[in-house]
Nanobody, 126 residues
Framework: QVQLVESGGELVQAGGSLRLSCAASGRTFSRYAMGWFRQAPGKERDFVAAINWSGGVTYYTDSVKGRFTISRDNAKNTVYLQMNSLKPEDTAVYYC???????????????????WGQGTQVTVSS
């Protein structure tokens, strides 16, 4: 059974930094692209960043480019999201997810991911 467990979310002031972690189990982690999404109250779940199976290809939504960095450690079955220069509009529940299918390109749509974590709350105060 695939399990994804996020951690690292907390309350932080605008301009601050956080690093989110997502520990995966139940699947050969190194074969799957991973993604981070976020969902603010009353809004849809939106793509934030994704990384391919090897870590060599990454994608970001425009609003986080230059501030967020996605990375992975396949030896630790963990994907990270380093978030710098945080803004109040980054406030949301952040979810990690694993791609539906091994290898291949890096997806960015919700339906391209099949397993999700429970989410971790990030709150940025102004």
């Amino acid at each position: 059974q695939v399990q994804l467990v996020e951690s690292g979310g907390e309350l932080v002031q605008a301009g601050g930094s956080l690093r989110l972690s997502c520990a995966a189990s139940g699947r050969t982690f190194s074969r799957y692209a991973m993604g981070w999404f976020r969902q603010a109250p009353g809004k849809e779940r939106d793509f934030v960043a994704a990384i391919n199976w090897s870590g060599g290809v990454t994608y970001y939504t425009d609003s986080v480019k230059g501030r967020f960095t996605i990375s992975r450690d396949n030896a630790k079955n963990t994907v990270y999201l380093q978030m710098n220069s945080l803004k109040p509009e980054d406030t949301a529940v952040y979810y990690c997810a694993t791609k539906r299918g091994m290898y291949g390109d890096v997806p960015r749509r919700v339906n391209d991911f099949d397993y999700w974590g429970q989410g971790t709350q990030v709150t940025v105060s102004s």
